[in-house]
């Protein structure tokens, strides 16, 4: 029998419930959950009825989001490849709603801030444009994403990418990231 | 030169590279963990490729959906089959893409305004 001061595992489901989401993780992120979780998005129903065009959009940007988290969180021990994190992916409103969580090391923050505010601010044209620059002169890197991650992100979404920081502790802060993509083509 | 297969996997495409029956493709997901694991074979494959290509190479591309870096691969490869086109060979890429899957369309077509190959669309199941 559950204390009562114990984890309400029905609250929990309720304002799950409550936020429409599809899917959602907190755990460490590594490939092998990146891939288990695309298969398990693309097979959940409330995706498998929309059409291509949202899925194709969808799973591209779902698996960039994870990826990031993969690639630039703060990895829970030295050495790991395990990388702790949260993903969320809701459905309301005929958008799909992506929001990510890791930490990050506070040294990195500013220029992050830098880079995602400046994405904020661009047009759909100047992110393309953007994108081929940075892609036109730049190598591929072992790891990392060619340095275009957020901008293939943002260029998905209808509408500006958001983000914040949270203070974790001194050395660490938590990166909370969302992203809203159409339903429709 | 020797054919290269990369065998299609949850996060990675199936590739052939097969000069000598003339097939060039690259099907599927594309988001591996480690980029330069699957396409730095693509591209030393396509280096030693263009200094003797066929008279005429068809790339075939079919993606259901890709990461950034792929994206950046696939332009780097499309370069190279730039490089060859149309003294060397005369290159035709295809780019497949499912019923009303808009969003692959477009990815084909931005790469189209990037290189000056020439590019097929069609319809894939």
Redesign the interface.
Known sequence: MLQKESFELYDWYKSLKEAHLVLSFKGDFNQELTKALLILTQNRERIKTESISAQTRLLGVLVECIQNICNHGVTSVDNSNLVPGIVLLGKAAEKFTISTGNLILKENVSKLVEKLTKIQGMSLKEMKTEQRNIILNSELSESGNAGIGFLHIARKACQPIKFEFKKIDKQTSLFCFEVTLSIHD | MNTLIIERA??VPNIILDAENGVFEIKG?S?P????DI?GPVMDWMANYVLKPNKETRFVFEL??????T???I??LLMKLESIHPKQSKVQVIWGC???????REAGE?FAE?VDVPFEYVTVQ
């Open positions: 949850n996060d997901r988001f963990e480690e980029i330069m396409y259901e959906y890709f990461n950034s870096s994206y950046k691969a332009l780097n499912r019923d009303r899957d808009g969003d692959m931005e990037m």
